[in-house]
């Protein structure tokens, strides 16, 4: 009876993955074998080995890395500093207020700010450094990424670095070893599982940024996210749009598999 009970309340569950997750991609899947005129065919995949295509692709995983390792390096010590502050609650709810914003507000806020006439250059100008194109570079394009993504890098470490028990750093201290040594050895390895769930909510979405390559980097930012909606909704080769499609979800598991818990 408890087990039937059991199955009976997994069939929300099951009709939400079979609808929003497992047909979406059989769907992709489908129309990659299919070209624009819509006959079956394989030349969408080989031409996604092309030159154009692959430097493409390269260029998404490096840009998705550069976003990752910058939210990394900012994040750590964010979370580090919150578990040893007072009211941390309050200082992550300030972190966490800026997802709620739609990212599209923010894409065009960012537009005002690195603007030829806002606060940046504003600031640059002040300095004696003088106005400069920081709007439609790969500097504004990393750095609004990273504003976007950091929240949800600093989520999981800090919850990693709360769960740590303070006695394994007390026993390193006691010891012997230095503050550093203890991070290297202690800290940090404890706090890998939250690391690898930093970079997995980071680098899949970043690997596939479509509008604020558009937006922020003008264009001069190609990624597969922005070849996708290019064919979706410019040429209409839906056939080749979801190969690209395919092969970046094949990508994301990779990086799950890559990135995900052994204990």
């Known amino acids: 009876m408890?087990?039937?009970?059991?199955?009976?309340?997994?069939?929300?569950?099951?009709?939400?993955?079979?609808l929003f997750v497992i047909a979406p991609i059989v769907?992709?899947?489908y129309y990659s074998f299919f070209d624009i005129e819509g006959?079956?065919?394989?030349?969408?995949?080989?031409?996604f080995f092309t030159p154009v295509y692959l430097r493409m692709t390269l260029s998404s995983f490096w840009y998705a890395f550069l976003i990752t390792v910058f939210c990394l390096l900012l994040a750590y010590p964010t979370a580090l500093l919150l578990t040893k502050?007072?009211?941390k609650q309050l200082w992550l709810l300030l972190i966490i207020l800026p997802t709620w914003v739609n990212l599209l507000l923010k894409a065009y806020a960012f537009l005002g700010i690195f603007g030829a006439f806002g606060p940046a250059n504003a600031l640059l100008e002040t300095l004696g450094i003088g106005q400069k194109q920081l709007l439609f570079t790969d500097f504004s394009f990393v750095f609004t990424s990273v504003y976007?993504?950091?929240?949800?890098?600093?989520l999981p470490i800090f919850n990693s670095l709360e769960e740590l028990s303070p006695s394994f750093v007390d026993?390193?201290?006691?010891?012997?070893?230095s503050p550093w040594t203890t991070f290297r050895r202690v800290i940090f390895p404890l706090t890998l599982d939250g690391v690898k769930s930093g970079c997995q909510a980071v680098f899949i979405?970043?690997?596939?940024?479509?509008?604020?390559a558009r937006l922020i980097a003008g264009n001069r930012v190609i990624t597969l996210g922005t070849a996708i909606e290019e064919h979706?909704?410019?040429?209409?080769?839906?056939?080749?749009?979801?190969?690209?499609?395919?092969?970046?979800?094949?990508?994301?598991?990779?990086?799950?598999?890559?990135?995900?818990s052994r204990r």
């Open 232 to 260: 979706f909704l410019v040429t209409q080769d839906w056939g080749m749009g979801s190969t690209i499609a395919v092969f970046l979800i094949i990508a994301m598991a990779i990086i799950m598999i890559l990135t995900g």
């Open 85 to 87: 502050t007072k009211h």
């Open 39 to 47: 006959h079956f065919t394989l030349l969408n995949y080989k031409k």
């Open 171 to 177: 026993a390193a201290r006691d010891l012997g070893a």
């Open 148 to 154: 976007i993504f950091i929240p949800f890098m600093i």
């Open 205 to 212: 979405p970043a690997l596939s940024l479509f509008m604020l």
């Open 2 to 18: 408890q087990s039937r009970t059991r199955n009976i309340y997994l069939i929300p569950y099951v009709l939400w993955i079979v």
């Open 27 to 29: 769907l992709v899947v």
